[in-house]
């Protein structure tokens, strides 16, 4: 499995962005995919992710209310509708899905998941 990851820009405090994860090779149907970021500096974080039906969305705590996943599987792709922007959201977001289901009680751990995208870089300026 290949994940391309696009979508990053600069954008100002208070702006949108949606960032697309699209899957290519042998995907399967029930795989988790999820968004990572990391900061300079900082250790990689759980943004969100999502089951490929679409049962089950999880957020971080720091994105609740902010960003939306979503995902179509017609396209093999997974989407982050991004709002609200700050500052402290500035980071190199990755891509990133399971092999098959996952343990459900590690949605936010990087290491429940075995496939990985190359990032897109998000600037929000304040």
């Known amino acids: 499995v290949q994940l391309q990851a696009s979508g990053g820009g600069l954008v100002q405090a208070g702006g949108s962005l949606r960032l697309a994860c699209a899957a290519s090779?042998?995907?399967?149907?029930?795989?988790?995919m999820a968004w990572f970021r990391q900061a300079p500096g900082k250790e990689r974080e759980f943004v969100a992710a999502?089951?490929?039906?679409?049962?089950?969305?999880y957020y971080g705590d720091s994105v609740k209310g902010r960003f939306t996943i979503s995902s179509d599987n017609a396209r093999n792709t997974v989407y982050l509708q991004m709002g609200s922007l700050k500052p402290d959201d500035t980071a190199v977001y990755y891509c990133?899905?399971?092999?098959?289901?996952?343990?459900?009680?590690?949605?936010?751990?990087?290491?429940?998941?075995?496939?990985w995208g190359q990032g897109t870089q998000v600037t929000v300026s304040s």
């Open positions: 999502i089951t490929r039906d679409g049962d089950s969305i």
């Open positions: 090779g042998r995907t399967f149907s029930r795989e988790r």
């Open positions: 990133a899905a399971t092999r098959g289901l996952g343990n459900r009680f590690l949605y936010m751990s990087k290491k429940d998941y075995d496939y």
